[in-house]
Every structure is written in C-alpha cells, then in structure tokens.
C-alpha cells in the first residue's frame, strides 16, 4: 500500500545525518561528561561541541543553552523560573494566550492555584494575536509575556519580534515556546527579544526525549530536577549525549536546508490547500498567509474527526484530528475553540502537518482520499442529513 | 491501529444497516453534536417484531461500530427482546471497546430505547417510564 506520513507536527522520522551523529555516542563516545579520564573528557567535548552547534544555529551563545528532556520541561523551566523572580518582587501576573500548547497552559495553572494571576489573550478568528493585546495586557506587576512562536495545530506563526519589542519596552520578561518553528523558520534570539525560547529535537528530525531551553545571559533559571552539578547547576542528571549529539546535528541540518525546505514543503501545502478548499462545506484553519511551510488544518462539517482519520489511515494517510475522541476527552481541541469553531465544526478537524519528504503527488493522492471519505462519512452523518435538508444552518460556505 | 478490536473496524468499516429509513413506524436519535456523537434508528416493526432497521451515526469510530453491531442484534427480534439489550452485550459482542469509548455503547442501548419508546407514543401503547433514557438529566455530556 502507498503510505504518507502527514502527522510531522506530532513527530518527525530522524534524519540519517542525526542518526549518524548518535550511533558512536553508545559506542566509542560513552563517557559520563562529569568523569575527568579521558572517555569522560571525550563526552564532555562532544557536548560542548552540540552546545555550540545549537547555539549557532539560534543566534545564541554556547552558555545560554540548556538540555532539557524536551520542550515540555523546557517550557515549565522557563515558566517557573521567571515566576520564581518575579514573586520575589512582588510580582505576580502572567500574560499568555489562549491557544498555547498545554505544556504553557497547565504550568499557568499550577501557577494560578499558587496565587498567580494569569490574563490568556484571545486569540483572532485567524490565528494571530497583535502585539498591541500584549502591549494592552502588561500590567506594573506583570513578570511573564508568554507567547508560542507558531501554533502546533493550525500553524500561524505569531508576530514574535514585534510581541519581543513590546517586552522589552515594558521591561516585562518573554518566553517563546518555538517547538513547532526552530529548524523550520529563521530564528536569532537576539533579534527576537526572547529572554527565553524552548525546542524539541524530534520536531526538527532529531530523536525523542531531547530539547532545549535557551535563557539569555543574566536570566536566572530554577531547578526542576535536583541532583549533580550538570548544566551549569540549573537541570541535574547525567546528559543524554546521543540525543543531544542527534538533535544538535539534526538542527545543523535543518537550518542548514531551510530555505530549500520551505519552498518544497509550502508548494505541497499549497496544493493541498487549494485541493481540500474544493470540498463543500469546510474550512481553513489559521491565516493563510502566516503560516508554518507545512501546515495544512481544516474543519468539514456533518463529520467527526476519528472516524476521518481511521478511513485516512485505511488508505495509507497518517495525520491527525483535534476532535474529542482523538484526545481522551469530552471536548475539541482548545486551540480550534479560542479561534471561535463551534464544537460542532471543531469536531471534524484534519491536520495535515508536512516534512520535505512528501511530495506534490503525495498532496494529489491526499486530497482525493480526503475528498472519498468525508462525502463517505457525510453520507451516514445525521448531521449532515439535518445540514442538507436545510433543518439546521450551514456554519461553513459551499 | 491496535486501538479497536478487528469486530469493531470491521462494523467501522463496513456498518450494517446504514442509511435512512421511508416510512418508518418508529425514530429515535440520541446525543448531540457539540460533544461529537450522533445516533439515529430507524425501525419497521411488524406484529410486534421489528423487521428492518436502519441508523445514522455522526461520531467516532466506536460509535460508528456500536450502532452497526447494535442493529444487527435487534433485526428480526421482538421488542420486548430489543428493549432488553444492554451496552454490555453490545461491547461484547464487538470483543470490547476501550474504557474511553464505552460511552459509544451506551448511546447505542439508549437510541434504540428511545425508537422504542417513540413507537409506543406514536401508537397509544401503555409502557414504564421508568425504563427509557432521559436526556435532560443525563451528565454525560457535561452540558
């Protein structure tokens, strides 16, 4: 059966170049970095080395990297941290957005139960949110902008420098997670005006369970696992080497192929978009325009989002769906709810998320596996029926 | 997907009784949209058996499943025998649902109760209320 893997945004395949970059760090390289023989001043090297390549590749320096076990942890790092300096001066008021990953969302929340104050910013119908609702949102007590750099389901890629110098101005820390856009977008650190920005190695074709949290010089960070004297003393544990060695090769690759990357990936993105736009009665996820190269999310109405994705995968489609019963929960994604779908329509989302290995062909065989089984689907949907019978309004346009 | 039984991506895949019904003598329809399932029945009931049935399902896989399975145990059966099947035998005879989706099943007891029950209202026939689903005061939904 022809498979297509369209579910990147979930996970990526490892890149041969990161593959390599690991495989001698079980074998040759297995020193404990913390060891002053050699096989342990080997491994420390090749950290070294991985720090400085990650760096590099942000616009950062080697010290203002910290490994971390992925995004999540680098994400409640960054969060805690900065909540951690601000209760000390008294300040307790958190700006953040409705649609960020729940990584952001549950730490605000513990944070709130501890007597913070947390303002969420709605978001666009679009996707978007303006740096003028952060500018609006600060507040004397405020100690944390946090705003994602790109959305990890419907892709729209936020206004972060603009949102960075607004911060700056108010003199108000920021924290960026860029889990979904490092390796896939340009990205200077400086530039930004993040003082703290979070990745993931197996967004960008690096391994699992590796991911790092850049924090500007001068930033003080707080411990979430205690223990030896790794990282600067700010994240105890023997250093994962072969991830850390993958995701930093990884990154080199991808920054280094971005340009040539985009383009392929955002012209198969493009077709898809124009292709599944033909079906009736959907509609298009986040702006059109500022959007991740690989990010393709619709809503179709009269169906549920499981069902899609279980037909899809019965023709060889791998992606994923917002719906409720995807997530173990009773409700659809939040994300789709803050940009204002109805539960109805939230339902019967599809995320088509891409990597440079599919091609324009793989968009063609997608959008008619998609065509088929929606009209499969609408055909036994009782909404569907109601819908066409004209016994309850159309949200969406023909 | 190791997710569902092969008895349920063979009901998902290929649902008994799917489509819509003229003339029925009974309809019912359960859940809502805004928490993502949909079940719709159609029955013919002849003497006091009901002798075709036919649904609709917005929903997930599982309740897609849940709905075809659920037909094919009432056709042909008498009512009082389709009023008594329970959620319970639905799941077992999809050789289990995951805990998550047992709610499916439920849906798929309480539609066809709830087709029952129009029959009886649609013609003058005494029954106990006390048997049939009551929306309204069901939490399922949190709505």
Known sequence: ?398 | MALYSEKVMDHFRNPRNVGVMENPDAVGEVGNAKCGDIMKIYLKIDDNVITDVKFETFGCGSAIASASMATEMIKGKPLDEALSLTNKAVVEALDGLPAHKLHCSVLAEEVIKKALQDYYERNGIEYDRSLFPDCESCEHCGL
Request: proline content about 4%; glycine content about 8%; hydrophobic content about 40%.
């Open chain 1, 1 to 398: 059966m022809h498979t297509i893997y369209a579910d990147n945004a979930a996970t990526t395949k490892i890149s041969q170049r990161a593959l390599e970059a690991m495989l001698p760090c079980f074998t040759d390289v297995y020193g404990n970095p913390s060891s002053l023989h050699t096989p342990g001043q080997k491994a420390a090297e090749a950290l070294w080395q991985a720090r400085e390549d990650v760096a590099a590749c942000i616009g950062a320096e080697a010290r203002e990297i910290t490994f971390t076990s992925g995004g999540s942890e680098a994400d409640n790092q960054a969060i805690i941290s900065a909540a951690r300096q601000g209760e000390k001066k008294g300040k307790k008021h958190i700006v953040s957005t409705a649609f960020e990953h729940h990584a952001v969302l549950h730490t605000l929340n513990r944070l709130k139960k501890e007597g913070f104050e947390i303002t969420l910013l709605d978001v666009h119908e679009n996707g978007l949110i303006t740096p003028g609702q952060v500018a609006d949102a600060i507040r004397p007590d405020t100690c944390l902008v946090s705003v994602m750099f790109a959305n990890n389901e419907i892709g729209t890629v936020q206004p972060v420098k603009e949102i960075g110098a607004v911060c700056r101005e108010a003199k108000v820390p920021f924290h960026c997670d860029a889990v979904q856009a490092v390796g896939h977008l340009p990205i200077d650190v400086k530039e930004l005006n993040v003082d703290f920005l979070c990745a993931s190695a197996h967004k960008f074709h690096g391994p699992k369970g590796v991911g790092f949290l850049y924090a500007k010089k001068g930033t003080i960070l707080t411990n979430l696992i205690e223990g030896g004297a790794q990282e600067r003393g700010k994240r105890a544990g023997t250093e994962n080497l072969p991830a850390i060695a993958g995701m930093a090769a990884a990154l080199k690759d991808a920054v280094a192929h971005m340009d040539e990357n985009a383009e392929k990936i955002s012209a198969v993105r493009d077709r898809l978009i124009e292709g599944i736009s033909a079906v009736p009665h959907c509609v298009l996820n986040g702006d059109r325009e500022q959007r991740l190269p690989g990010n393709v999310n619709f809503c179709f109405e009269g169906i549920e989002g499981e069902s899609l994705l279980l037909l899809l995968d019965d023709k060889g489609v791998y992606a994923s769906s917002g719906s409720a019963c995807t997530s173990g929960s009773l409700d659809p994604s939040h994300v789709l709810l803050a940009i204002g779908r109805p539960h109805e329509i939230a339902h019967g989302s599809l995320r088509l998320s891409l990597s440079e290995e599919n091609t324009l062909a793989d968009a063609d065989y997608i959008i008619e596996a998609v065509e088929e089984t929606v009209s499969l689907l609408r055909g036994m949907s009782p909404v569907w029926r109601d819908l066409t019978e004209g016994k309850k309004p159309f949200v969406t346009e023909e």
